[in-house]
């Protein structure tokens, strides 16, 4: 953010104002183009700016079809854009970005492969040194619990385990920026609530700059430095909510006042721009 911050001690985070930001959007909109004759072409995101800083957590919510996925595709460099400017760390980006991790809400396991090895196929793709790589991915692993795991195929595991695979591969190269669309959403709300509280655990450890999708507005403001609110599609930000929640922040802040001011406001949003139909 441009503007200064203060921090739950009510100190002013100067690094979040004086570094370069690491991702910046300037003017960006995709319009996906029909490949049917006569076909109509659709506004998935109209023209946005937006900063995100080196190590923040930045959560971005709205409803399905807002163009969430469209928005982290093209800070990836998986879609082109239709108009503006995208660069991270001052460089364009003009293609597949590669220094980034990226978690998707299916964990796309290789279900012929162990567990070590879906974590050593980023190695693969890179050409990493295997031996440092198996090293590193035993770490992280072990940082979300699965030692021991190692050797099983993904069948053997559950649901929230496999994700926490997929966010080891996506970190094996110990990239600065992780994106995650909608990570957890398709896991079951017990360990949805797990993984929340172990991710921002192992999130501070190093806080990496990550970009977290999600269509639940509780998940947004428990996990975000910053929530950006979107607008129904074409989507664009609504409001920019600065979280100022102390970490680690465990489930209990979800039932305090100052939380539910912050899922009010994104309530109010979402009547406002007519995501939901108020009675
Ligand atoms: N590859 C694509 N080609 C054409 N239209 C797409 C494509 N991907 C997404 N869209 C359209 O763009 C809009 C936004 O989609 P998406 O970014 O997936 O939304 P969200 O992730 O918020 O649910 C939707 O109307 C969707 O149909
Ligand atoms: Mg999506």
Redesign the pocket.
């Known amino acids: 953010m441009d503007v200064l911050r203060p921090s739950p001690s009510g100190v002013v985070a100067a690094e979040i104002t004086i570094a370069e930001p690491m991702v910046r959007l300037r003017g960006v909109s995709k319009v996906?183009r029909s490949l049917r004759r006569n076909g109509t072409d659709?506004e998935?995101l109209r023209p946005l700016d937006l900063n995100i800083a080196r190590g923040e957590f930045v959560t971005i919510v709205?409803p399905?079809?807002?163009?969430?996925?469209?928005l982290l595709s093209l800070i990836a460099g998986l879609s082109p854009y239709t108009t503006g400017e995208i660069d991270i760390g001052g460089r364009p980006v003009a293609g597949p970005y590669t220094d980034l991790g990226i978690v998707f809400q299916k964990d796309l396991l290789l279900s012929w492969r162990t567990i070590l090895d879906n974590v050593l196929i980023q190695a693969e793709v890179r050409g990493l040194d295997r031996r440092k790589a198996a090293a590193r991915a035993a770490e992280l692993l072990a940082l979300v619990g699965l030692s021991g795991f190692e050797q099983f195929l993904p069948h053997e595991l559950s649901g929230g385990m496999r994700q926490r695979v997929a966010i080891c591969r996506a970190l094996l190269h110990n990239p600065p920026l992780l994106l995650m669309d909608e990570p957890f959403a398709a896991l079951d709300a017990i360990t949805r609530d797990q993984l929340t509280l172990d991710f921002q655990r192992f999130w501070q450890r190093d806080r990496r700059t990550v970009v977290f999708i999600t269509h639940n507005l509780v998940e947004a403001v428990f996990l975000g430095d910053r929530v950006i609110v979107m607008t129904p599609?074409p989507?664009g930000i609504a409001e920019i909510l600065d979280i100022d929640l102390a970490r680690p922040r465990n489930l209990a802040v979800r039932d305090t006042p100052d939380f539910a001011r912050y899922t009010r406001r994104i309530h109010d949003l979402f009547i406002e721009t007519g995501i939901i139909k108020a009675e």
Do not use: H
């Open positions: 996906y659709v998935a709205g399905s079809g807002c163009g969430k996925s469209t599609r989507g």
